[in-house]
């Protein structure tokens, strides 16, 4: 059973890992941003993804998320990035099929670092040769990530079939996807949340996909206790 280290086991044995994904362009500015990661963390997310992340904000960000005991992920689309990234200190990189090749998923497993791989429109084929890459180049492990629309969670046992850590991404309201997800064993649930008006980020909402993950989690089996949110 394949299980990644994201500073504590995660696998399908171990507490779900929740990722609370923003766009930088919504958020607009840095103060917003690092009150954004404060918000995050205060809502007992595991980790923050920044989409769009401009570099100038990188090491302020990275170094707020770190204080707060925050993972945070930002995507990197080429070997320049990686190599920046890896020296702000990022803990993980967060590549996107669509925008990758071998070479990058390689760069980045040489780090030594965990590899997020949001699987876009790969191919079982091309699945196969990201996670031998990454296999092949470096010991942190990889992700793969498939967005799904419902609680079908279409295209999940073909990710299983690869032998690594699977999670999934969810653009929708509420928390009947992430639900769907852990019960059916899916341990990274990343979920985007939308800026509304001038809200920044409603620790409310945040804070009740949490609660409801880790309940459902807590609830699968008797002897399960959630031992880090």
Not at 100 to 115: M, N, W
Request: net charge negative.
């Amino acid at each position: 059973m394949r299980v990644i280290d994201f500073g504590r086991p995660v696998g399908a044995a171990h507490p779900p890992f929740i990722i609370a994904a923003l766009d930088c362009r919504e958020l607009g500015t840095l103060e917003r941003a690092l009150a954004a990661v404060d918000v995050a963390a205060d809502s007992k997310v595991d980790a923050i993804k920044l989409a769009r992340l401009p570099s100038g904000w990188a090491p302020q960000l990275f170094a707020r998320a770190e204080r707060r005991n925050l993972m945070m992920l930002a995507t990197a689309l080429d070997e320049e990035q990686i190599s920046r990234l890896d020296w702000m200190g990022a803990p993980a990189f967060y590549l996107v099929f669509d925008w990758s090749d071998l070479e990058l998923v390689a760069r980045a497993a040489q780090t030594g670092k965990p590899i997020v791989m949001q699987v876009g429109t790969a191919s079982e084929a091309e699945l196969a040769e990201i996670v031998a890459t990454a296999r092949a180049n470096g010991t942190g492990g990889i992700v793969l990530v498939q967005s799904v629309i419902d609680v079908e969670l279409e295209g999940l046992e073909a990710l299983r079939r690869h032998g690594a850590v699977v999670g999934i991404a969810d653009r929708s309201r509420g928390v009947q996807i992430p639900r769907a997800a852990i019960a059916s064993g899916v341990p990274v649930i990343e979920k985007r949340f939308v800026l509304r008006g001038d809200d920044l980020l409603c620790p409310k909402e945040v804070g009740e996909v949490v609660q409801d993950c880790e309940q459902l989690w807590a609830s699968m089996s008797d002897d399960r206790r959630w031992a880090f949110n």
